[in-house]
């Protein structure tokens, strides 16, 4: 069964802290991305990759940074975590072309006190 | 840009009766359609796409969605609901060259016994 894996199921973090969280797929897919979602928002891109080292901004970067050192390994970084950004983090993965669907994490709530 | 609207935040149904969720779009190329479903706690799960060809597609669990190009809309169907599947329902498209799938803000499926 193929799998994207979101190392943390529930984090809380305090303001300014740095926090790293970390996304691994086992579908040898070329992109992925670091969604978080919000009630009545929906799901809104934050960065998104489509090769090793490359990275692309999505619609809401601010205060998000990403690595990308391996193929399945995709991490997003909060600098310096404010209130804000409490909300849940959703990682997937998909394949570089074409009309397949994205597959997703389980996701991570963060909580920033 | 692209965009996705699900007009509705929730949608009442009573189980055995049939259900429609609504989702329009705005897209500059050839549109990549999709359904997806969330369960509680839980990553988002495909459940069906459009690409091409025949306006109606299916898909999991019972699931259709019809594709109107002159309305841009693609709506989810199912002939006769049933309780397990109240979950949120997110419509996404994807600018049929590129890399990014928007997401629209989703709609809450509740279904009665």
């Known amino acids: 069964d193929v799998k994207v894996t979101q190392s943390s199921r529930y984090l809380v973090k305090r303001t300014g802290e740095k926090v790293f969280l970390e996304c691994v797929q086992d579908m040898d897919h070329e992109n992925m991305f670091w969604y978080r979602q919000d009630p009545g928002l929906g799901l809104r891109l934050i960065y998104f990759?489509?090769?090793?080292?490359?990275?692309e901004k999505g619609d809401i970067p601010e205060g998000y940074s990403v690595s990308r050192e391996k193929k399945e390994r995709f991490s997003l970084i909060l600098e310096s975590a404010s209130t804000n950004q409490t909300s849940m983090y959703l990682c997937a993965s998909g394949a570089l072309r074409g009309a397949t669907p994205l597959h997703f994490g389980n996701g991570t709530r963060l909580t920033v006190t | 840009a692209q965009s996705v609207a699900q007009p509705e935040d929730q949608v009442n149904v009573a189980e055995g009766n049939p259900l429609t969720v609504k989702c329009t779009y705005s897209v500059s190329g050839n549109p990549y359609l999709f359904w997806y479903v969330q369960y509680p706690n839980r990553g988002l799960q495909f459940l069906l796409k459009?690409?091409?060809?025949?306006?109606l597609v299916k898909g999991s669990y019972g699931f259709e969605a019809e594709f109107n190009k002159s309305q841009t809309s693609f709506h989810l169907k199912k002939p006769s609901a049933l309780v397990s599947d109240s979950a949120l329902y997110f419509c996404?498209?994807?600018?049929?060259?590129?890399?990014?799938?928007?997401f629209g803000a989703g709609t809450r499926l509740f279904v009665k016994a």
């Open positions: 996404a498209v994807r600018d049929g060259g590129g890399f990014k799938t928007i």
């Open positions: 459009y690409i091409t060809g025949d306006n």
């Open positions: 990759s489509y090769d090793v080292k490359m990275k």
